[in-house]
Structures are given as C-alpha cells and as structure tokens.
Nanobody, 122 residues
Framework: QVQLVESGGGTVQAGDSRRRSCVAS????????MGWFRQSTGEEREFVAG????????IYADSVKGRFPISRDTVKNTVYLQMNSLQPEDTAVYYC???????????????WGQGTQVTVSS
C-alpha cells in the first residue's frame, strides 16, 4: 500500500508560478513511477506529467511541456510539479499518482493522492 499526500495548491494570478509537492509513503513507495493529473470542472481527468522511479525518464502532456517540469527527490520520496506561467485554463484539481511505469495512461496508476485545487485568476 502506498499513501500519497499532496500540498501546494491555492489561488494564483495568471503568469505566476506554484510548486506542487507529493510525499509518498509505504514499504515500496520509492520504486514507483509518479505522475500528475488534473481535472477541470466538467472535464475528464487528464495526464499532466510523469517521472520514472529514479528520475531518469520524464513524460509530459503537450499542454504543459516546457512550463511544468516534474522532478523527484528520492531521499525524501517526494515528487514535485513546478508550474510556471500559469494561465486560467490551468485551473483544475491536481492529483499525484503512483504507477509501476512512467506513462500517460490514467488506468496504469494504482494509487492516488487526495487532489488539491489550483485556481488561476486572470
């Protein structure tokens, strides 16, 4: 069992930056790939970014590529999503998730965080 606890949500202005954090705990949590997803009101949950367990591979959605770098600290067992140049269309509930592989497929992620709202005002 893996537990994921997120932090770093809130309301920001367009153009601002915000860093999301997700701490993983559990006996084998450090071996999981981690991903970030988001869900806007009335929309399906969509993939944002993913990273292999050792940080050696990353994958991004086209909508955030170059703006939202993902990283992880294997000592702290924490994954980060640095959200830069935020726009109102980035407003969503953001979730971190754990999977055996760094993939953009929602169905491959086995464990999920509680989700945290990020609101970008114009």
């Amino acid at each position: 069992q893996v537990q994921l606890v997120e932090s770093g949500g809130g309301t920001v202005q367009a153009g601002d930056s915000r860093r999301r954090s997700c701490v993983a705990s559990g006996r084998t949590s450090s071996r999981y790939a981690m991903g970030w997803f988001r869900q806007s009101t009335g929309e399906e949950r969509e993939f944002v970014a993913g990273i292999r367990w050792n940080g050696g591979y990353t994958i991004y959605a086209d909508s955030v590529k170059g703006r939202f770098p993902i990283s992880r600290d294997t000592v702290k067992n924490t994954v980060y999503l640095q959200m830069n140049s935020l726009q109102p269309e980035d407003t969503a509930v953001y979730y971190c998730a754990a999977s055996w592989s760094a993939t953009d497929s929602n169905n491959e992620y086995r464990y999920w965080g509680q989700g945290t709202q990020v609101t970008v005002s114009s």
